[in-house]
């Protein structure tokens, strides 16, 4: 069954330090993988996806992921971390011929001033 | 993009009563989910709400519990029935566009007291 696992349940940063939040996928089929953000009070808003080509991929807000199918992960990274990037990052996944989303728990990122 | 707009986002609600959520998208989309998220989780897939023909619901929910409605391309309709406490939640309603790019509405916040 198509699962994404996101082994932390909270990730405390520095300001202006690098952001890595991990998340790994179980193999059956080509997998198409996403980072979602959650606001407080606020719905989830698209980060970035993996389809195909180029692992390494870049999104929103200096955001970029790499995925890496040796190892079936697909890390979330920003090179700076801000204070306006504390929120909730779900990590998901679609597998071809299967339409819906399957979501990680979700990560708590905190970035301490 | 697909902009979703649910209605309400946010409300009361005393146990034994129920609450219908409406979703309305921008432009006519073939694949609507409809998402939960219990307090501090991740989101779970309830059902996918297929036009013209009845939900499609994932192990664990069942239309007379959540009964949905997809009367088109652009609207659906969330159900929760008889309500508990348990079914305090956000519910989200969700697009799939070109089977890669999924988009949110912000979500309803249900609290059954």
């Given amino acids: ?27 059956s089929g080509n997998p198409y993988l996403f980072w979602y953000v959650q606001y407080p009070n606020r719905g989830l808003q698209f980060l ?19 995925f890496n199918k040796s190892q079936t992960s697909f890390h979330l990274k920003k090179p700076s971390a801000l204070v306006s990037d504390s929120a909730l990052y779900f990590c998901a996944v679609i597998y071809y011929g299967n339409n819906r989303l399957a979501f990680g728990k979700g990560n708590q990122v905190v970035v301490i001033p | 993009s697909a902009v979703i707009s649910q209605k309400p986002s946010r409300d009361i609600c005393q146990r034994g009563t129920s ?9 006519q989309v073939t694949m609507m989910f409809w998402y939960r998220q219990q307090p501090g989780q991740s989101l779970t897939l309830i059902a996918t709400a297929n036009q ?25 309709t969330l159900t929760v029935s008889n309500m508990s406490p348990e079914d305090s939640s956000i519910y989200l309603c969700s697009v799939l566009l070109g089977n890669t790019e999924a ?5 309803t916040r249900l609290t059954v007291v």
Avoid: H, M
């Fill in chain 1, 1 to 27: 069954a198509q699962s994404v696992a996101q082994p932390e349940d909270q990730v405390n940063v520095a300001e202006g330090n690098p952001l890595t939040v991990k998340c790994t996928y179980s193999v």
């Fill in chain 2, 103 to 107: 988009f949110f509405g912000q979500g």
């Fill in chain 2, 52 to 76: 013209g023909s009845e939900a499609t619901y994932e192990s664990g929910f069942v239309i007379d519990k959540f009964p949905i409605s997809r009367p088109n391309l652009t609207f659906s």
């Fill in chain 1, 48 to 66: 970035l996806k993996y389809i195909t080509g180029d692992n390494l991929v870049k999104g929103s807000y200096g955001f970029e992921a790499e």
């Fill in chain 2, 19 to 27: 609450l219908t959520i409406q979703c309305q998208v921008d432009s």
